[in-house]
């Protein structure tokens, strides 16, 4: 496949690390929310490898802050997520959908609360914080919006645990997953979750002194030395074998939570207010209309730059393919499809046409593993 | 400088038009509005002197519309921008800044009057409907808001006129600037618009039905031969010398539109309500702490990717660099910097570091020609 170059500007923004990735071998890009987003370090594959038996540090300061706090800011934040947040608790992450009165998904962040009065939603590729500031507005809601500069690295790979360690103390190591804290590094406090885009165990740092980020930084590449740290970023390889989901790509503002599988996040049996809410209860009782599950396709390669239409054997579209990679613990090519009713049903074969060939595939339940 | 891919994926979408330019040689992208938006077919210098004395064809499909139709649709796009639109008229074009309530900006669109109760915001980068969405949902306002399938074809430069009337007839050469009107081509309808992002005139295709869009596309092409058509892009050289302001390059939330140079869209001595008010007769009693200038720098390249400071004889810095590029016109590097007070003077001379070098610079008015 043909690349292109990606072109730079103030627009699409830095972050403190990425004249350190761009010395350590960063090799493609992606952006979102308005930043770089470094996407490969040579071969994919390597780096799966490498990822689920080592310890990589990843640039993920693209992961932006909208931060929300004052009198109104729970009603606020509760107003846009479809989750019940009335029991939660100050030091702990939520994944919240976020989505607007028609029940369109507008992004699926994290949520942390770091007050009682005091929010950081932790979003995906949609500027969530625009929504905020409109429904505040609005609602002449008692509260303060804006973006921290909040660059997070994350710490991703089984060895992530005994690096921080080694840095940070037993301490890190007995937090659980989605909790947070605050761990002192050459001057300054870094709130630390147990979280990140994989699925092989890791950390977050919320670097807001981006002084003592960047000293954190070079050293969890040296301390890491004999972890065989490497620099990363989110793998395609390793993200659809585990099914975390991705914004924009497996799932938009043209569907909603119900159809992305997301029920657990739905709570409709609650006091509490948020929109979309009627919209959700009439499309759990008539039945969701196409449902996201995990197909598997014979084939080798794949490069999914748009929906791909998966069609059946009268050449009728049951459904579209939104992500893909070639997975080589399956040895075939595994993706993120959106399916038709009634055609989402693990027993469906599909066909799909990849460079101008056609393949079988047939669809599968999520994740992969 | 070294150049990276960029990673292509659904999230980042293609336009209907990306398989013909692709083969039509870009060689790399930028992102905007969630899509691939071209930023270089070869060499800056070559697209820029063809676009100053031929025609070219732009896949600017990433110039998205927010849709805002229904009984408070007036109402709400005027919420959302200081400049007047009380007397604006169906089939016209306004540049118009939108700003929260801070007065920060947070887009500075094209906004087209397709009726009484029908709008299109021709967005810059960054969600637009998502702060609408919120305010509507606030304000509990009666309107329909959506991104319809829009996806705009630029035809610019001083032979765009005579390729457009080969197609469309004598009628389209005599639409005033910043008009639009509706033209027939290949069994569909097409809005098209007497606008563009440079200063060498043109039009703007709103191509609503893909199929008549493509076979347009090709058309131009086809006759477009003598007049010497390429295919092209927002030229960096060209935007800088006309002083066509890019939102997240030269502005963002945290200018307001006084600062910026867009006094005249700010019409505070008016009966409409919009946002952002009575901070802006503020800002405008108190006057500006800071103030959007070119400035020309005596070198022969730079390449901006993040703001780069300005700094006088003591050392301290008087503004930020925010997009530059060498400007084969005035062989020097020119460019567009936010000067502090009170530094915001013509006369004003800084040092710049480029590439680990420091070079002269002089602050002077926009735009450059």
């Known amino acids: 496949m043909k690349t292109y170059s990606i072109a730079k500007s103030r627009r699409i923004r830095s972050s403190p690390y990425t004249s350190r990735i761009e010395k350590q071998g960063v090799t493609a890009y992606t952006t979102y929310n308005h930043m770089l987003l470094p996407s490969a370090f040579g071969p994919l594959e390597e780096s799966y490898y490498h990822l689920k038996e080592n310890v990589q540090i990843w640039d993920v300061a693209a992961e932006r802050q ?4 004052g009198k109104d800011s729970a009603k606020l934040v509760q107003l846009m997520t479809c ?28 949520i942390l609360k770091l007050d009682e009065n005091r929010w950081w939603i932790s979003i995906a590729d949609s500027d969530v914080i625009l929504f905020a500031k409109g429904l505040a507005i609005g609602n002449k809601f008692d509260v303060k919006i804006f973006e921290p500069n909040v660059d997070i690295l994350a710490v991703q790979g089984p060895k992530s645990f005994q690096l921080m360690e080694k840095i940070f103390g037993k301490k890190i190591t007995e937090m659980k997953f989605f909790g947070f804290d605050y761990f002192e590094f050459s001057g ?11 699925k092989q165990g890791g950390y977050e740092i919320y670097v807001e002194n981006t002084k003592s980020g960047l000293a954190l930084y070079d050293e969890l590449f040296e301390v890491g ?48 207010n948020f929109l979309g809410k009627e919209k959700l209860k009439k499309i759990k009782e008539n039945g969701i209309k196409k449902k996201l599950m995990g197909v598997i396709i014979d084939s080798k390669e794949i490069n999914v730059s748009k929906s791909i239409d998966l069609t059946n054997e009268k050449n009728l579209k049951i459904g579209e393919l939104r992500s893909g990679v070639y997975s080589p613990h399956f040895k075939k090519v595994i993706g993120i499809a959106m399916l038709n009713k009634p055609h989402f049903e693990v027993s469906q074969t599909f066909k799909i046409s990849i460079n101008h060939s056609i393949y079988e595939g047939k669809v599968c339940d999520l994740p992969f593993i």
Chains 1, 2 share one sequence.
């Open 66 to 69: 909208v931060e929300i706090s």
């Open 83 to 110: 989750r019940d947040l009335s029991k939660s608790k100050v030091g702990r992450c939520y994944y919240c959908p976020i989505i607007d009165d028609n029940a369109g998904l507008i992004n699926d962040p994290v």
């Open 188 to 198: 300054a406090k870094h709130l630390i979750a147990k979280s990140g885009w994989s």
């Open 225 to 272: 030395k004999k972890f065989n740290v490497k620099p990363g970023c989110p793998n395609l390889i390793e993200r659809i074998e585990s099914a975390l989901l991705s914004y924009g790509n497996d799932i938009d503002n043209n569907d909603n939570p119900l159809e992305c599988g997301l029920d657990k996040y739905v709570n409709l049996e609650t006091n509490v």
